[in-house]
């Protein structure tokens, strides 16, 4: 019933930046929280950024101050990277909580690699 779709992952050198877009779709009466995730490889799932309904924003330390979450629209969340570090190499997941059912949406997941 909802459909998250990731963009704009791919290959970067150490210092480079990328701007990963989500855009949800489907039955979606509201959206409580909006952020992503990130797995590097052979690591668990772990918190990036997110960013409520009121606009409150949460980090994880590793990449406070280099990323920057928004959301521009009622259905959206982007995530600027700026200074990536090879640590951040990891596929990125768009994350949704859903208002009233508290329901929570994982997108597919996009790939990003920092390499020289």
């Known amino acids: 019933q909802v459909r998250l779709v990731e963009s704009g992952g791919g290959l970067v050198q150490p210092g480079g930046s990328l701007r990963l877009s989500c855009a949800a779709s489907g039955t979606i009466s509201n959206i409580y929280t909006m952020g992503w995730y990130r797995q590097p490889p052979g690591k668990q799932r772990e918190l990036v950024a997110t960013v409520s309904s009121g606009g409150r924003t949460t980090y994880a330390d590793s990449v406070k101050g280099r990323f920057t979450i928004s959301s521009d629209t009622w259905n959206t969340v982007d995530l600027q990277m700026n200074s990536l570090k090879s640590e951040d190499t990891a596929t990125y997941l768009c994350?949704?909580?859903?208002?009233?059912?508290?329901?929570?949406?994982w997108g597919q997941g996009t790939p990003v690699t920092v390499s020289s």
């Open positions: 994350y949704v909580k859903l208002g009233v059912s508290m329901a929570d949406y």
